[in-house]
């Protein structure tokens, strides 16, 4: 069985509205709405976190590109998409 935890927190009047909105909107409580969306700001804000740190990590690691390296690149991508593009629309 999942163990829940109680959580209390402010909000003003209008937030409180909408919440009341949805909630009869959608059918559920307000504790569901508040619970989902607290859900899913950490799940975002976690997936943000180990996107920046594997992007740290990578940058002690890895070798690095310089701008004219990573310019020339994204050039050679454009090139790329519009050849595709181009073969695409013959």
Do not use: C
């Not at 409180?16 to 804000?45: C, I, K, P």
């Not at 940058?59 to 695409?88: F, G, H, T, V």
């Amino acid at each position: 069985m999942t163990r829940h935890s109680v959580i209390s927190t402010r909000i003003d009047a209008d937030t409180m509205a909408l919440m009341d909105n949805l909630a009869t909107a959608q059918g559920r409580s307000r504790a569901w709405l508040v619970a989902q969306a607290v859900r899913e700001y950490a799940e975002r804000e976690a997936e943000m976190l180990a996107f920046i740190e594997e992007g740290e990590r990578s940058a002690r690691e890895e070798p690095l590109i310089s701008a004219e390296e990573m310019q020339e690149w994204i050039a050679a991508k454009r090139r790329e998409i519009r050849a595709k593009r181009n073969k695409d629309a013959a």
